[in-house]
Structure formats: C-alpha cells, structure tokens
C-alpha cells in the first residue's frame, strides 16, 4: 500500500494564480482531511469529507474548494492565490472521524508570491 | 482559553535522558487522546493512542492520560538522537467528532 500521496511536493505560485493540490489514499477509508501547517501553528483543518460527493468545511476555508467524486482523491483547489495561502498542505485519510489514526501524506510546500 | 495547550518549546536533552512531553485542555468531554510524531518535512505520523484515563506503554514511550487535571503527557525513556522530531498531542470526544491538535513540542535529543 502506498497509503496517502500528494503531488506536487513543491510549488511556487504567483499572486492571482490558480492550482488543484492532489491527494489520493489506497486504504479504502471514507474520510479525508485537507490541513495547513504553519510554523508554529500546529494544523488547521481545511476541509473534510466523510466519503464520495459529501465534504464540508473546516475552520479555515475561505480561499479554497474541494471536492470528492471518487473514495480514493480528494484534490484541494485554490483560487486567486494569496501570500497568507504561503503554508505547507497535508492531506491524511481515516477509517473513522474521532475514533482512529489519521493517515498523513508528505505534504505540499506552497508558496505564494 | 485555548482547547489545547502544548508549549511548543524547542526542548533539548542529552542521549540516555527521560523526556517528558505535555499537553492540558479544557474539555473535559474529550474522551481519546492522542500522540503524533513528524521529522522534519515530513507527515505527522500516529504514535500512541489512549482511551480515558491511565498509562500506556509501547517500548520505550509512555502515554499518561489524567482527566481529573485535563493533562496528558509523553514519556521516552532512553531517549535517542532519532527521537528528535516535532510532537503532536491530539484528542476528540468521540469517534464521530473532530480530532483537535496541539501545536506541538519540537524535541531535539543531543549525541
């Protein structure tokens, strides 16, 4: 199992500019999490998904939409991107919301200049 | 007041020293208590996982949960220089509720 990948691992984007933020799980979990990690921030939850075609916000949503058409992917989609956008993304999957590990992907380092 | 507090040092010691790593909180409905561990550039990674009160213990870590002082901590005994990594504590107050993480406590354990 290759468990959660993210491409890309690095990316430098332009004020304004647009990207999708891919993610997939091989686990066959139905719940996704998009987070974002600043230094000394610890992670703020994005957006989730409790399985295919359900997803709802997190406590920092505004900037970005998801969505999630298959159980597998769950891409993160930033509009107009912003310096405060600058962070680094992780994407994790679980069996359950609460009750079990989340599994975390390497992350996407975004900066926005 | 914060849900979860975690100091987020950074915390040096020395090979072969204890370590002890803390988090409070201030939701006493918080039933599952968490440890993750992540290096430097990488995910965080799921460490030790505790339900209620008590100790757990899995090789050299320890988890302690108090729930009377909403306070839970990290133990490593025979700390190694591969212990050195940031730690996430993280809990929820139940399955179907949303895991709440600390900022986290860079360690650094020096050869």
């Known amino acids: 199992n290759a468990g959660v990948t993210q491409t890309p691992k690095f990316r430098i984007l332009k004020i304004g500019q647009s990207m999708t933020l891919q993610c997939t799980q091989d686990m066959n979990h139905n719940y996704m999490y998009w987070y974002r990690q600043d230094p000394g921030m610890g992670l703020k939850l994005i957006y989730y998904s409790v399985g295919a075609g359900i997803t709802d916000k997190g406590e920092v949503p505004n900037g970005y939409n998801v969505s999630r058409s298959t159980t597998e992917d769950f891409p993160l989609r930033l509009e107009l991107a912003a310096p405060s956008q600058t962070s680094v993304y992780f994407c994790?999957?679980?069996?359950?919301?609460?009750?079990?590990?989340?599994?975390f992907g390497p992350g996407t380092r975004l900066t926005v200049t | 007041q914060k849900e979860v507090e975690q100091d987020p040092g950074p915390l040096s010691v020395p090979e072969g020293a204890i370590v002890s790593l803390n988090c409070t909180y201030s939701?006493?409905?918080?039933?599952?208590f968490m440890w993750y561990r992540q290096y430097s550039r990488k995910g965080p990674e799921l460490l030790m996982y505790?339900?209620?009160?008590g100790n757990k213990e899995d090789g050299r870590f320890t988890a302690q949960v108090d729930k009377s002082s909403k306070y839970i901590s990290l133990f490593i005994r025979d700390s190694q220089p591969s212990d050195s990594a940031t730690y996430l504590c993280?809990?929820?107050?139940?399955?179907?509720?949303?895991?709440?993480f600390g900022k986290g406590t860079r360690l650094h354990i020096l050869p």
């Open positions: 993280a809990m929820t107050k139940n399955r179907d509720d949303k895991i709440i």
């Open positions: 939701n006493s409905a918080f039933q599952y």
């Open positions: 994790a999957s679980s069996y359950s919301r609460g009750g079990s590990e989340q599994y």
């Open positions: 505790t339900y209620s009160s």
